[in-house]
């Protein structure tokens, strides 16, 4: 067909598609729509929308369900080619087609097609409820010559114009190259015309738009796959594409910069990428970890930034799930797993680190090479020999619910909090070798290291000015010239030697808990014992026994039992008054007991922070459910402001995570708002007192105990 005709045919259904669907040009439900005016700031899912059924109208079989050439195209056991099966628990009886698959329970297994307006629409709600700002929809050329195929991509465009109206998200169309022979990109532009000036795509209200201008997207440019169309035609498709008011975004390889492995090295390349607007290098598949995708992320992300900055263009990076493409071409199943959502939140977190503020998602529903974020299944049908791959027993929106998270870091939700300098909050923090003392700027104002000292569970600023804080050896006493003018230390023997906690008393004593010898103790000012509780058995781990004690107001003593996953209080005898016992995961850390006779308890490896009654009964709950904008990582010291307000760590180095999360501690209220946050590198930064552990030389991410100075002591 020359291009005449294509041009002709492309006009005649682009009228045909009008006709049926008009054009969408406002939020007709109310919902507050996304700024399409930039990409700056958004997070952006891939739209495939390629599914199709036979009972939907496209006349296309089961496209991408199943492979064509495999019994006459039939959808079942022996012709799969996706990994992963949507959830369809919410679509509507009209929305969902039935396969060959079955459930173990016998029951058939249903999926949907994208050539249903109500499924489509619901994904848009989807996004709209997750804070996804937009979708990129894939429109492949190599299928814009056929009308069958054409007619379907415009059906499925109107769609999604009509969604993201409804939904308040922004859309743009994105050209893919892949399948193009030699001479044939030209025919991106002559679609692209008839997009702009018949369906007027670009006028709808959330088109998605950067630097003033309708943004549209070209993926497939500089691969060194061998691809038969060339360099000068995608260059020559940018510069018609710039020449028609619009902005360009292109998808290029990874290694783009250095032409070398996926990238062609030529010249060329580069001069193409320096005409368009925005990049975004194609990053699936190019490593299977996050300490992998943390490395391509300081080793290629960055400079690729950086050399992007300096040309003017704007850097888009790709993060993705997971990857699986088993039945669509027999490779391994689960290939790169998922690792429970780490692996795509590494991605995030990376590419919020380096400094980017747009972020590509592939793909919002591509179950084809399990890279989908949208809801599928944990339970796929497998009771007639199918295999597919989950979301490892996750909610089905968990990763809806990460991409939404990741967007509110994009726009600067999960960054650091500015500290007005009217802040006079300090904070006295015990980490482990030493203890610090910090401005309301979360600078380094005072550092306490010395030999001998470690593990310092608890610290506490004291009237007179001095600090009080608890290490493995014993309890010192230090002047802010860092001179000890109290030291309480234990025997040294072995297996015997563990001071977790301390605490000092109204009556200027001190509460010792002696984990090795399993005591409590009051010591005076003499270092004299004044009164000792030997305190039911903690286990033979002596690290592991206890981890806090405190006295309340009332004289009882909580202590909270870390491997045996309780928290007891006792009376001065040693009686015990009450108990509460923690799930198996639980490990508390301490427990404090609140005005109103509640507790308050940070569990350790559960990733939470409960509250419970008298009764037991857990009245609030601090956990990795909520958006915090970054991670419940490792809740260890927390403190109780006067307020109500909760100050709490959220580090451990030796933790599996400890070195990668770069909220240290922040302040919350009960409903649950981050008013400030002390970041990883407000404890690196040049100029400030280097915080160390000296057996490894590496920055210190072990910070134990917390307390705001000025706040009653009593109550941490």
């Known amino acids: 067909m020359n291009r005449s005709a294509l041009r002709n045919m492309m006009l005649l259904v682009g009228l045909m598609a009008c006709l049926v669907q008009p054009v969408a040009a406002q939020n007709d439900k109310g919902a507050k729509p996304v700024d399409p005016e930039t990409l700056t700031g958004k997070v952006m899912v891939g739209y495939q929308g390629w599914f199709n059924c036979p009972e939907d109208g496209a006349e296309l079989g089961w496209k991408h369900w199943a492979h064509p050439s495999i019994s006459h195209g039939i959808f079942g056991p022996g012709n799969v080619s996706v990994d992963l099966w949507p959830d369809v628990s919410e679509l509507d009886a009209d929305e969902r087609y039935a396969t060959g698959f079955r459930h173990e329970d016998g029951s058939r297994a249903d999926v949907f097609s994208s050539a249903n307006r109500k499924t489509v629409m619901r994904h848009f709600r989807w996004m709209q409820e997750y804070g996804i700002d937009g979708a990129f929809l894939q429109r492949f050329a190599s299928g814009l010559s056929y009308q069958t195929t054409l007619r379907n991509k415009n059906r499925v465009l109107n769609h999604v114009r009509e969604g993201a109206r409804e939904s308040g998200r922004t859309f743009a169309v994105m050209y893919d190259l892949s399948g193009l022979q030699k001479g044939e990109v030209e025919r991106v532009f002559d679609d692209w015309t008839e997009l702009r000036e018949i369906q007027r795509v670009a006028e709808d209200a959330q088109y998605q738009r950067h630097n003033g201008k309708p943004l549209v997207a070209v993926w497939g440019i500089g691969f060194s796959d061998n691809r038969p169309y060339s360099l000068q035609e995608c260059f020559d498709l940018v510069k018609l594409l710039k020449g028609n008011g619009c902005a360009v975004m292109l998808g290029v390889p990874s290694y783009w910069r250095e032409g070398t492995r996926d990238a062609v090295d030529d010249p060329l390349l580069k001069e193409i990428i320096k005409a368009a607007d925005v990049i975004s290098p ?17 080793r290629v992300w960055q400079p690729d930034r950086l050399w992007c900055e300096e040309a003017g263009l704007d850097f888009l990076p790709v993060a993705f799930p997971g990857f699986s493409w088993h039945n669509l071409h027999g490779g391994e199943l689960n290939q790169i797993p998922r690792r429970k959502g780490d692996f795509f939140w590494s991605q995030i977190k990376a590419a919020e680190h380096i400094g980017c503020e747009m972020l590509y998602i592939a793909m919002f529903d591509e179950v084809d090479e399990a890279t989908a ?184 003593y909580l ?62 709950i601090l956990d990795k459910r909520d958006d915090l904008g970054f991670e419940l990582l490792y809740p260890v010291g927390v403190q109780v402001r006067k307020n109500g307000n909760l100050v709490v760590i959220n580090s451990d180095y030796h933790h599996r995570k400890g070195m990668d999360n770069d909220v240290q501690a ?12 002390l970041m990883k590198t407000d404890l690196e930064e040049d100029g400030k007192v280097p915080v160390v552990e000296r057996g490894t030389k590496m920055p210190s991410h072990h910070l134990l105990s917390i307390q705001v100075l000025g706040e009653p002591a009593g109550l941490k």
């Open 282 to 298: 194609w990053s699936v598949g190019r490593y299977r970890s996050p300490r992998e995708a943390d490395r391509h992320a300081e």
């Open 559 to 620: 202590i909270s039992y870390r491997d045996n996953r309780v928290i007891l209080e006792l009376d001065k005898d040693g009686k015990e008054v009450w108990r509460y016992d923690l799930k198996e995961k639980d490990r508390p850390f301490t427990a404090i007991r609140l005005a109103n006779g509640r507790t308050l308890i940070p569990c350790i490896t559960s990733y939470q922070i409960i509250e419970v009654d008298p009764d037991g009964k857990i009245t609030w």
């Open 373 to 556: 974020i949208f809801k599928c299944t944990n339970r796929p049908p497998t009771g007639n020999g199918g295999k597919f791959i989950t979301y490892e027993g996750l909610p089905s929106d968990h990763y809806l619910k990460l991409a939404g998270k990741a967007s509110r870091l994009m726009k600067g939700a999960g960054k650091t909090v500015p500290v007005k300098k009217e802040d006079d909050r300090r904070l006295l923090i015990g980490y482990g070798e030493g203890v610090l003392e910090l401005n309301g700027q979360n600078d380094i104002v005072w550092h306490y290291q010395e030999p001998g000292i470690e593990t310092v569970y608890d610290a506490w600023k004291l009237p007179n000015g001095n600090v009080l804080f608890a290490h493995r050896f014993g309890v010192r006493e230090v002047t802010p010239d860092k001179k000890t003018v109290w030291d309480y230390k234990i025997p040294p023997i072995k297996g015997k030697q563990e001071i977790n906690s301390c605490q000092p008393l109204p009556d200027g004593k001190v509460l010792i808990l002696d984990c090795g010898n399993q005591k409590l103790l009051e010591v005076d000012r003499q270092q004299k014992v004044t009164h000792s509780i030997d305190l039911p058995d903690g286990g033979k781990n002596v690290h592991n026994r206890y981890m806090q004690a405190r006295k309340t107001p009332q004289g009882t």
């Open 666 to 677: 922040f302040e919350i209220t009960r409903d649950k708002r981050v008013l400030w946050k």
